[in-house]
């Protein structure tokens, strides 16, 4: 489950630049493609995204995502689960890394299955369940391009 990580004891007193200081400020365009085949998760993750000021679009598993990507879509990053049905994470990667168009697209990979064989293609992991504060750095990461 995610958890909104709170705010430390001092910071309601925080000035507007030092608070912007620690926390990156994303392009209001900035988007993530939410691959994962649990329906309640990925609301979860989505709704928990659109409150941090990205854009969402979510899809059940790597076949839905491939139908989005082919119609056009260009996420700024992909969050991917690794075990879903019809086209698992691993499959999806695989075809992405095999599109010129898409090669260089960043993807985050988070899965309970991290260790039965390491993910190689992918920007960064995340074993879940996953600190939701660390997904929110890595993707002010990859979307400012760091």
Do not use: C, N
């Not at 709170?6 to 392009?27: F, I, K, N, Y």
């Amino acid at each position: 489950m995610i958890q909104e990580a709170q705010p430390g004891a001092g910071s309601a007193g925080t000035g507007t630049a030092e608070v912007q200081e620690r926390e990156p400020r994303l392009d209001p365009r900035a988007s993530v493609l939410v691959v994962e085949d649990e329906h309640e998760l990925r609301e979860l993750i989505a709704r928990w995204l659109e409150g941090k000021g990205y854009h969402v679009v979510e899809a059940a598993d790597g076949r839905d995502a491939v139908d989005l990507l082919e119609a056009g879509l260009e996420p700024d990053v992909i969050l991917l689960d690794l075990t879903m049905p019809r086209m698992d994470g691993r499959a999806f990667l695989d075809w992405l890394r095999s599109k010129p168009k898409h090669q260089g697209r960043r993807v985050i990979v988070a899965s309970a299955y991290l260790e039965d064989e390491p993910v190689l293609d992918a920007d960064r992991t995340f074993a879940k369940p996953f600190r939701p504060d660390l997904l929110e750095r890595e993707l002010a990461r990859l979307v400012s391009g760091d």
